[in-house]
């Protein structure tokens, strides 16, 4: 889906969204001692997701093309008060005193470049921050470089108008927004510390890890987390995870072949050893650790699927099984093909798996799908378009944070939206509508340095025949249709459904009651034409009941 997407209120579609409205409100507002919530509280702002590779770049802060024509003008180099080249922007729970040295790229190389003979997936060097998970995103964007050009503007240099001032371009929670950093990085003894790349006077990377780390407030935000969070802060896309030891879906190894051929990035892991920081097992696969898919293929004979994966370390930890490097399998290979693949069989962190091996081996897979109509499971068929709409909103505890259906009396005060699903989708024999339904928590890993972790979220859906809101009874003698796969404390939670047309409420919750979080709520359907979106306010009278403006 390229561009931005447009919605009109009314006239036909497959989908509708409509605020709640409850006509006694007025009256009741109107009652003594009545304690009123304003009308837009954890109300959504509803802006359409740009595309992955597009959408308009939001400035915060004073512009990149501001501070740069000051400072040549002025004959200065650029230091960024925002986030300055002290401890704090580092650690946030331990002192860096007399550990890192802040330097600009000019300080450490004769001839410093941004980017060196082209970008590829194996430029980039993990450094001493446990931040795996952001080196495989990289590899794959690397991968893309319409993709790669969204996030890493090429127009940057140490040469032509250099006063020490770079970009970098995120999506955030709904918009891409631009982050401008100087070029002062921490190092130890002339070297850097962190991400950084191989050729050691190229440095676009380890000027993206600091634009990243600043986005989240310190490069210790950075430690620890899902490849897929930063790919879809890379991309704008739709993360959906699969649990390799658990159900998979038929002809699961279609799915994954129809993700790669719609450029959906995916990334796999094992979970960790809790007494082992990243355990390397005898097969030669890390524990605790992230990597990239980089490649699949079908052998001529379609017999076996081959997928290339890569160890972000770059270097000999590497699978050692069946189509591992230099394993007799490629003897059956020709040399044609082995030309075609790129097969090479270095101490690079990348090698090759067969499907079979791969579902056996690996826990997780995470994908990021670059655009909706990369959602679509069904191998082979023709592409189908999904439109989108994102709303904000806020869980406030006393308000609207009911908690999850376990607390019945008071899951009914979750904030609730309304869609509705008037058609079945194009070329369905079955008579039933796709949504895609995502749900993220804002900012939690900005968070962090005040003790503040990711919360348990998940969602509801339940089927409906009304327009008025849902009340504890309701939810007491009704099921839910759907729901995610569970509560958990991931920053995002996403779950695909096939409805029969009718009407629908999503509610999204916190599983425990009366907690504290902003969340972005994105629904994906086909042929949506619509966007009025249904979002249900509480206010808490004087007796301490819910009620709705």
């Known amino acids: 889906l390229i561009g931005d ?3 009109t209120i009314g006239g036909g579609g497959n989908v509708r969204f409509g605020r709640f409205q409850d006509p006694r409100a007025a009256l009741r507002a109107r009652i003594q001692h009545k304690v009123v919530v304003p009308p837009d ?6 802006k359409p997701i740009p595309a992955s590779t597009g959408g308009q770049v939001q400035k915060q802060g004073r512009s990149y093309e501001e501070l740069k024509a000051k400072h040549l003008a002025a004959g200065t180099l650029f230091e960024d008060d925002e986030f300055p080249a002290i401890g704090s922007s580092i650690f946030y729970s331990q002192p860096t005193a007399g550990l890192f040295q802040w330097k600009r790229p000019k300080e450490l190389s004769a001839s410093p470049k941004f980017i060196s003979d082209g970008i590829s997936r194996f430029d980039v060097e993990q450094g001493e921050l446990g931040d795996c998970w952001l080196l495989a995103a990289v590899a794959n964007l690397s991968l893309y470089q319409d993709l790669l050009d969204q996030v ?6 140490f040469d032509h108008e250099y006063c020490g001032i770079f970009r970098f371009h995120f999506w955030h929670f709904g918009e891409w927004v631009e982050v401008v950093i100087d070029d002062r990085l921490p190092t130890r003894n002339n070297r850097l510390v ?14 993206l890890e600091k634009a990243y780390a600043k986005l989240f407030g310190s490069y210790e935000a950075l430690k620890g987390g899902s490849t897929v969070e930063a790919l879809e802060d890379f991309t704008g896309g739709l993360a959906e995870f699969y649990d390799l030891r658990g159900k998979q879906p038929p002809d699961f190894d279609k799915i994954i072949n129809h993700c790669y051929a719609k450029k959906s990035l995916m990334a796999c892991s094992i979970n960790a050893d809790p007494n082992v920081v990243e355990a390397r097992q005898s097969n030669g696969l890390i524990r605790g650790h992230a ?20 160890n972000p370390w770059g270097n000999e930890a590497e699978w050692n099984g069946r189509w591992s490097d230099r394993s007799r399998e490629w003897q059956s290979v020709s040399d044609q093909t082995r030309r075609d693949l790129g097969l ?20 997780k897979l995470e994908i990021c799908h670059l655009g909706p109509q990369s959602l679509n499971d069904t191998a082979g068929s023709a592409r189908i378009t999904f439109q989108m709409t994102v709303e904000h909103g806020t869980w406030q505890p006393g308000v609207n944070a009911g908690g999850c259906r376990n607390f019945l009396e008071t899951f009914w005060t979750n904030p609730q939206y309304r869609v509705q699903v008037q058609d079945a989708d194009d070329n369905d024999n079955e008579d039933k509508g796709t949504l895609i339904i995502g749900l993220m928590q804002k900012n939690r890993r900005k968070m962090r340095k005040q003790g503040i972790d990711l919360l348990t979220i998940g969602f ?13 009874n309701f939810f007491k003698y009704n099921a839910a249709v759907a729901r995610s796969n569970a509560f958990i404390n991931s920053r995002e939670v996403s779950g695909r ?3 029969t047309p009718g009407t629908y409420v999503i509610v999204p919750s916190t599983f425990q009651k009366n907690e504290q979080a902003d969340f972005v709520l994105r629904i994906f359907s086909e042929k949506i034409s619509t966007s009025e979106y249904e979002l249900l306010v509480s206010k808490v009278d004087g007796e301490g009941r819910n009620d709705y403006l």
């Not at 509280?41 to 509803?46: D, H, I, T, V, Y």
């Not at 990239?292 to 890569?310: A, C, D, E, F, H």
């Not at 509801?460 to 504890?472: E, F, I, N, R, T």
């Open 152 to 157: 890493v503007p090429h127009d940057q240099s």
């Open 41 to 46: 509280a954890g109300l959504s702002a509803r």
């Open 497 to 499: 459904f096939r409805l």
């Open 5 to 7: 997407v447009g919605f």
């Open 194 to 207: 962190f991400l950084h790349s191989h050729d050691q006077d190229e440095y676009w990377s380890a000027l």
């Open 460 to 472: 509801m859906v339940y089927a409906v025949k009304h327009s008025g809101p849902l009340d504890m």
């Open 344 to 363: 090479t069989f270095d101490a690079d962190g990348e090698f090759w798996m067969c499907f079979d091996d791969f579902v056996r081996e690996y826990e």
């Open 291 to 310: 990597y990239s898919i980089t490649k699949i293929v079908n052998q001529p004979t379609g017999k076996v699927m081959l997928i290339r994966i890569r």
